[in-house]
Structures are given as C-alpha cells and as structure tokens.
C-alpha cells in the first residue's frame, strides 16, 4: 500500500467523521438554543432539564439515523479491506 491510498483513505475517514457526527451535533446545539431560550423566557435555572431534553434529542436522532450511520461505517470499512488485500 503505497502513501497515495493511505493518504486517500485517511481523507475519506476524515469526511465520514465529519458526516456522520454532524446531525447529532447540529441536533444538540439547536436544542440546546431553544431549551436556553425557554428557560430565559420562564426563568427556570435548572441545568439537569437542558441536560435531559439533549440527551434525548441526541438519541432520538441516533435512532432515526442508525441505519444510514452503518451504512457509510460499513461501505468504508469493505473499502478499506478491499484495499488491503488488493496491496498485500
């Protein structure tokens, strides 16, 4: 395997980390807006309600996307032993 490929591929791991943390990060910080400004609006200072209604956003998003998170994990990785066994 020659620097190219590896090079190659270390770029596309670097894109599928990219793409696939991106809707739960992007869900955690929309929701954390919006519970934020519900609680300035309320005047409720309860930090464990924020931690709460985040951590379920975050796993209701993990469970609508779970199907295409292993696809791409799973195409990456025949990628990457195919690779393999085509240089060894």
Not at 34 to 49: E, F, G, N, P, R
Not at 59 to 83: F, S
């Amino acid at each position: 395997m020659n620097e190219a490929t590896l090079t190659h591929l270390m770029t596309q791991l670097l894109w599928i980390v990219l793409l696939t943390s991106l809707p739960i990060i992007v869900v955690a910080c929309v929701v954390g807006v919006l519970v934020s400004l519900l609680q300035a609006l309320t005047q409720i200072q309860d930090q464990t309600l924020q931690f709460m209604i985040k951590l379920l956003a975050v796993a209701l998003m993990l469970m609508a996307t779970y199907h295409w998170l292993g696809g791409i994990l799973l195409g990456y990785t025949r990628q990457v032993l195919l690779q393999i066994s085509a240089h060894a």
